[in-house]
């Protein structure tokens, strides 16, 4: 089992920025993927972010350039640094790892941009 705990969300105006972090507790050896998620309301989930265990990324077209995903082996931590905030990034941004070909979900923490 992998127990995953967001924090780092919360209102910012247009054009700021948050870092998330996702600390991961259990089992966390053998993790192939780390990965952020993100749910606006009336819409699907959408990934955001990849890193895999050798430190590749991939991104969503829409956050490229303003979002960044990296890992602290040490902390057991993902974080995702969002920059240049837009409205539309307003939603519920979920971490999730995949190890042994299941994928574990964080609860979730609120990003919200508006003025």
């Known amino acids: 089992q992998v127990k995953l705990v967001e924090s780092g969300g919360g209102l910012v105006q247009p054009g700021g920025s948050l870092r998330l972090s996702c600390t991961a507790s259990?089992?966390?050896?053998?993790?192939?993927?780390r990965r952020w998620y993100r749910q606006a309301p009336g819409k699907s989930r959408e990934l955001v972010a990849t890193?895999?265990?050798?430190?590749?990324?991939n991104y969503a077209d829409d956050v490229k350039g303003r979002f960044t995903i990296s890992r602290d082996n040490a902390k057991n931590t993902v974080y995702l640094q969002m920059n240049s905030l837009k409205p539309e990034d307003t939603a519920v941004y979920y971490c999730?790892?995949?190890?042994?070909?299941?994928?574990?979900w964080g609860q979730g923490t609120q990003v919200t941009v508006s003025s």
């Open positions: 999730n790892v995949l190890r042994q070909g299941f994928n574990y």
């Open positions: 890193i895999t265990s050798n430190d590749s990324t």
């Open positions: 259990g089992s966390i050896f053998n993790i192939y993927l």
